[in-house]
């Protein structure tokens, strides 16, 4: 079924303690199709003087549960609201919570926007503003020197996790050995003003520059809250360094006030050649059946995907349970002219067919940037 409209994708990175408590209150209001998949988060803790020497030796880890969903846009403001006051994501350190503006290109009759009922929820205490998300794919393993940036420069903490990758690696013949299918997703969210300078930084330290080092791209967020808390240790005053620049979030109404010149002069002596025009084509399609169509999409031109495993949330008296609650994610980064005919190769696999129930999101990106030869 082609659709083409423009809906609002919310994403929350929640710890895992406090999800549940999110996905009922969602549930309660009529969320009934909200996908969820692990991931983790990096904080730098505090090291103990002893073992201060050690590099590395400060980074630790929290899991976390992304979950995401499709609604109409002017619901958007009501979920977001409800999701930051169950979740208690205005204390720094809980999670973060992103809307965007995406397309659904085409789509299984099943699959489609959420509708909710009228929901009262409190007036946030804390101010949203647009951000720049960097998605950063790199061999598993690696994913933590790229992740690093963000806590370094105090931007955000970063979310983490795993994928399956497919495409450049499978046409490589026996060099492909060198390069693992597994994948680690890396998203950092940053402001705008301060988004080229975090992204050459993180081109940096994963050297995405060398062959089959990884791919990065950069894509815009309409709103956001932000989880600041990037280091963990006892606090010793009566207010983190995170709850003062939350605090002045909200009395300036935006990030601005945060731009740092340092980190424009170091990007200034270094230019890297981007690639311009692309977009990310979610395919969300039945546990099992990503690699399949990934092939037929590659077929059409896409140079490859990276396919994570996601789980399908729904009441036990949806329609959608006849889906399977293992769902497949697909994301290909593709020119934007090729959107239609890889959408098209899909639909001749049989993507949108009871078989596969699949749909597809496009998200537009800013600039990407890999190794080109």
Known sequence: MKIDNMVSRITAYLHSNISKDVINALKEVGIHDLHLFPARSLVI?????LFSFLPGRDLTQDPLDTLFFLVKPEMEDLLVRLIIEKGHLDVPG????LVEDVNVLESHELCGENEIQPVEASPLSVHLYSSTGICCIMKRGQGDSVARIALDTGTCV???HFGTGTGVRDKMGLLRIT?????EIVHVFTAPHESDSILEMMIDAG???QPGSGFIYTFPIKKCLVNMRITRDEQHHAASIEQIVTALDHIKGNTAWRHRRAMDEKRAVRKKKYIMNLVELVLLCDGGTGMELVKAAMSAGAGGATISGLKNIRPPDSPLCDISPARDACSMVV???MKEAVVYALKT???FTDRCHGQVIMRRTSKAFTYVG
């Open 349 to 351: 696999a049989g993507a």
């Open 158 to 160: 970063p979310a983490i």
């Open 179 to 183: 390069i693992p299918a597994e994948k």
């Open 335 to 337: 020119p934007e002219e």
């Open 94 to 97: 809980r999670g973060s919570i």
């Open 207 to 209: 050297r995405l520059g």
């Open 45 to 49: 803790e505090t090291k103990n003087r």
